[in-house]
């Protein structure tokens, strides 16, 4: 992308060749890696494999902690931190962990906004804040919005899925409308339909 200078950052080029296969986002990040020495290294090619596995155990921590306490929470941290094909993408060149992180924290995000609808509904709770609801969807639509752009629709797909079968579970399908405004389908899929 370097070579190509700004416009190669927007449309990827392999050995001279536009490349189309995979979207942007783990490029950008190893050439912005990269960019203090003019060239992507090994370090920088590596480097955000690196940060999102331990960013996506600390999302596992997070998930675990609201949902099931503190001591399952970090359990879940450790048991993904010390899985070996786990540590072994998070040292190596992979758009998958990349995915993984942003898949995870949308997840997270979704649960946020569970945790506050389910404290709102205890007697005597102070309802939470409609910014923290809103924080929260950015949060959850901008995550999908940086997994399509790591690896594609199945950034999207996958959670959206994942939330939609919960929410029939619970026999609340009706509560996806509010999770899926439009200016948050906009934010989750416009940069990949712009890419």
Same mark, same amino acid.
């Given at each position: 992308a ?26 950008? $990040? *190893?050439? !912005?890696? /990269? =960019?203090?020495?003019? &060239? ?9 494999? +690196?940060? @999102? ?10 998930i ?59 007697? $005597? *709770?102070? !309802?939470? /804040? =409609?910014?923290?609801? &809103? ?9 999908? +919005?940086? @997994? ?36 948050g ?11």
């Amino acid at each position: 992308a370097m070579k190509q200078g700004p416009r190669g950052l927007v449309l990827l080029h392999l050995h001279g060749a536009p490349y189309t296969q995979k979207p942007p986002l783990f490029y950008w $990040l *190893a050439a !912005a890696a /990269g =960019a203090p020495l003019g &060239r992507v290294t090994e370090f920088a090619a590596r480097l955000p494999s +690196a940060v @999102a596995g331990v960013a996506t155990v600390a999302a596992t921590i997070a998930i675990g902690t609201l949902l099931f306490g503190r001591g399952t929470g970090t359990l879940a941290g450790l048991l993904l931190a010390t899985t070996f094909d786990w540590s072994y993408r998070a040292r190596t060149v992979q758009l998958d962990t990349l995915l993984a992180l942003f898949e995870t924290t949308a997840i997270l995000a979704f649960w946020r906004i569970e945790a506050a609808r389910r404290e709102a509904q205890r007697p $005597l *709770a102070r !309802a939470p /804040g =409609a910014g923290a609801r &809103r924080r929260n969807l950015v949060w959850l639509h901008a995550s999908l +919005a940086l @997994a399509v752009l790591a690896k594609g629709p199945v950034g999207w797909i996958v959670p959206l899925l994942g939330i939609t079968a919960y929410l029939a579970w619970e026999r609340r399908l009706r509560d996806l409308r509010g999770l899926l405004p439009l200016w948050g389908l906009a934010l989750s899929i416009l940069p990949g339909v712009v890419w």
